[in-house]
């Protein structure tokens, strides 16, 4: 049985894939939403899909300011912020040995800075009305490493403790970590080495709707506020990972 979601929440990479089919599933359980990516086009285009509770600004979760400027935008929109999806991640796997130092430095800066500026961005609002949810998605990668996901696997195994630290520092503030399994989304496509790539595009084929994540987002949202779903791992039923 699901709950109406009356809450204002804020959604980062919701351009496409885990980002965009949370904001659809959340609008259609009545969610007020301000969603924030790169591709301003995609984003339109879906606020206009949803009709007057979705918003949508521009966003690179990277920029500590544009993050803040984010958060604000979306309190003077619906008047609240409730709860922060920071979805916005990038998965470009290389080999130690390939020395992708930009490669690294730009993961490091969107899937661990981009979590940190979300929680900077919208923790003092939540420390003031005494109630929030951060819920951060991060990968089964932050349980395991395999050969190319060094990287990957330390920035996703960060997020799993940033998030739980958050949980333990704050007794009326909830913080949910989501870890996708195989999930067919847009994720690795900037993987430059061609046979990691082909690697990855062999595996979608068994990989999980972007929508089975959403819901698993939906669940830990509909929870009362005294419940804390601390975290939900959700895999593909015919994938190892």
């Known amino acids: 049985m699901t709950r109406t979601i009356e809450k204002v929440v804020l959604i980062t990479g919701a351009s496409s894939g885990i980002g965009e089919a949370t904001t659809r599933e959340l609008a259609a359980a009545g969610a007020r939403l301000f969603i924030g990516a790169r591709r301003t086009d995609r984003l339109k285009a879906l606020a206009d899909e949803m009709g007057e509770n979705v918003a949508w600004r521009e966003l690179d979760v990277t920029d500590a300011n544009a993050f803040d400027a984010f958060a ?124 990691i790539a082909a690697w990855i595009q062999q595996s979608m084929p068994t990989g999980q709707s972007p929508f089975a994540i959403a819901r698993a987002i939906r669940y830990a949202l509909e929870q009362p506020d005294d419940v804390d779903v601390s975290e939900l791992v959700v895999r593909p039923t015919a994938s190892p990972l």
């Open 72 to 195: 604000t935008a979306a309190e003077e929109r619906f008047g609240r912020v409730d709860a922060l999806v920071n979805n916005a991640g990038i998965m470009p796997l290389s080999m130690l040995a390939d020395l992708k130092r930009d490669e690294w430095k730009r993961m490091i800066d969107v899937n661990i800075h981009g979590v940190l500026n979300g929680i900077a961005a919208v923790l003092p609002r939540f420390v003031a009305q005494q109630n929030g949810h951060v819920i951060n998605v991060a990968s089964v990668a932050a349980r395991m490493v395999v050969p190319s996901s060094s990287v990957y696997s330390a920035t996703k195994h960060a997020v799993r403790v940033i998030t739980d630290g958050l949980r333990q520092e704050h007794n009326n503030i909830r913080a949910t970590l989501i870890s996708p399994g195989t999930t067919t989304t847009e994720l690795g496509h900037d993987v430059t080495d061609p046979n």
